[in-house]
């Protein structure tokens, strides 16, 4: 079956510190691969994505690649900030052969980011 | 804006009462809601896929009495948790997709309902 696993947090980083989050996934077929964001009490806002090898995904300073060879889709950022402080994770959905996506999202465990002024 | 309207929020009830939790699409029409469950400090867990119209699949250990899917309408889907225990209290979340989006686009997620049994 699929899986994905983040590295483990928390993970606690002064202000414009640099950010990664390891992600690595398996997958039987062509997945499709997110970062989900969750701040405090609320619920998962996609934060980037990327549907196939070598893309990145790419959104409020975070980035991340994805690495068919490594099966993995670290995030990064150059810069964080204290809103950043949050719940990252990271997901897979399967797309089968044809494309068409049945839409299961597969998570990993989440990484809490604590950002301190 | 939010596409997608879940409600409640947040709930508190007595032990052994059910409680029923809305997941909307507000501008799409959703042929299969997704519910998941997050325990504190942990991930979210897949507990079934609701599709309109027929029955809803679910996921391996859920019991599908204790937790009712009904989708009743491509904008409406509900999960009624029954005869509520402490044990049921977590953070319920629900996710949609636009049908007319094209192949990889991401699902759009309600902003959770926080179930507390006393």
């Known amino acids: 079956g699929n899986s994905v696993t983040q590295m483990e947090g928390p993970v606690t980083l002064s202000e414009e510190a640099f950010l990664t989050i390891n992600c690595t996934y398996t997958?039987?077929?062509?997945?499709?691969l997110f970062w989900y964001v969750q701040y405090p009490g609320e619920g998962l806002q996609l934060l980037l994505k990327?549907?196939?090898?070598?893309d990145k995904g790419s959104n409020k300073g975070f980035e991340a690649t994805y690495r068919k060879e490594t099966t993995s889709f670290h995030l990064e950022k150059g810069s964080v900030q204290v809103s950043d402080s949050a719940v990252y994770f990271c997901?897979?959905?399967?797309?089968?052969?044809?494309?068409?996506?049945?839409?299961?999202?597969?998570f990993g465990q989440g990484t809490i980011l604590t950002v301190h002024p | 804006g939010a596409v997608v309207s879940q409600h409640p929020s947040w709930v508190i009830c007595k032990s052994g009462t059910s409680v029923k939790i809305e997941c909307r699409s507000l501008?799409?029409?959703?042929?299969?809601m997704f519910w998941y469950r997050q325990f504190p400090k942990q991930s979210l867990m897949l507990m079934a896929t609701?599709?309109?119209?027929?029955?809803?699949?679910?996921e391996q250990g859920v019991e599908k009495d204790k937790f009712l899917i009904n989708h009743a309408s491509l904008t409406l889907s509900t999960l009624t948790v029954t005869s509520a225990h402490p044990e049921d209290s977590s953070f319920y979340i629900c996710?949609?997709?636009?049908?007319?989006?094209?192949?990889?686009?991401?699902?759009?997620f309600g902003d959770g309902t926080r179930l507390s049994i006393l």
């Open positions: 609701s599709n309109e119209g027929s029955k809803a699949t679910y």
């Open positions: 997901a897979l959905r399967e797309e089968d052969a044809g494309g068409t996506s049945y839409g299961k999202l597969t």
């Open positions: 996710s949609s997709k636009d049908v007319r989006q094209g192949l990889a686009q991401p699902q759009h």
């Open positions: 997958a039987t077929g062509y997945p499709s």
């Open positions: 990327a549907t196939k090898a070598d």
């Open positions: 501008d799409f029409q959703a042929t299969t």
